[in-house]
């Protein structure tokens, strides 16, 4: 970034600040846990990680069975350097996958403001709408072609609350989500749900804590990940179960889970470097290339980022660098935003991307099967695309200035 540069995103900031109206109650814990749920969230664009898909059993490498040791592997291959001039022109999606991008309602029939959760089967959008930033309080079901709206339920917000409805999911014919609230000292985390179709809201179960990492219905069952494990329980409700030999874990790919969860920025650190297919018992390592910086891996991808060198003024010598799990198919990017996205594979194949730095005017995605820069014709402003609540969710949605649109990551062939 220029100095010029700098001083004017300071100055923008400073006034706009000195201009702001005081924050709501509570306004600054719900923004805070709403960053460490994007924070934890990242890495999975990993693999959408907006994102997106995965699932997967593709070319990782290290594999080992449950109890088993990690069989010794080749070591990983060098990161082959890419030159800007190499990455090319990007494809245009809405040109090349003209059904992969799609402008979506941004408001209800009523006018009111609808916050996209997903989009079902048969053109059915559901979504939120708020009665103050990030505070929902009813659920909608939007028909896009009739453009019929109706009221899923209302959401119930208990005494004390400190996190409102958060990554609400569809499932099962369910729609579920998390909160948390705070009475006499003790912090308590809710599931609540009520069926598509509509109908009075009902608290699936509740445990002590504050916050949900990942929220996500597989079948008839609801799972979730929290800072000490990943816990489950049946749909229609019950005790809460801790999954056996979680702790540590957090879900990266459902059933994959992977430690370690925090993030790191030191020289070697592999964040989920370890992973464990729940449902199969299959475990993965990862074997990468050295880097001077920390990397994040997803199921099959990985991707990290040089430090900047203490004192340096510019990004000279700085890397993006991406590898398969098992050390094939490394290279090294050039760097691209210092105040970019979080290192992340969304989607299992994307990577959120800026060619032109802070100057990037389009959300870019750079697949890593291809090597391809793929320009997805949406203007980015503030927003920045990160994983999604379930990487196996090829819906993305962005919203900003010029209204809402959905990427369908799994048009993209």
Known sequence: MTDDLDRALRGTLTTAARKAPPAEPGLLQRIEAGHRRRRRRRASAAALAAAVVLGGTGAAGGLMRSGEDAPPVAAPGKLKPVSRAALGAPVKVREQWPDAVRSIPGELPNGRELHPVDLLDGGTLVGATWSSLQKPDELWSYDLDTQKAAVITDIVVPRGSKIYASDITVGGGQVVWWLSYRVEGRDTVEIWGA??????????????GDSVSTLLIDGDTVVWGMEDAVYRVPLPGGTPEEIPGTGGFEIVSWP?????????DRAGYIRYRSLWNVRTGERRGAHL?????????????????TSRVRGATDDRGMVTAVQLRDGRAGKALPFDDPMGPGRQIVYGRFLPYFPKG?????????????GKLLDTGIRRYNEVMGRARNDRDPHYFVTNKDGTTLIDLSKIR
Do not use: F, Q
């Not at 994959?256 to 790191?264: F, K, N, Q, T, Y």
């Open 195 to 208: 069926p598509v179709a509509g109908g009075a809201a009902r608290k699936v179960t509740g445990m002590r």
């Open 256 to 264: 994959w889970i992977g430690s370690p969860a925090a993030d790191g």
């Open 289 to 305: 290339a050295p880097l001077k910086g920390a990397w994040s891996c997803g199921v099959i991808w990985c991707v990290g980022a």
């Open 358 to 370: 802070l100057r990037t005017e389009n959300h870019v995605l750079y697949d890593v099967e291809t």
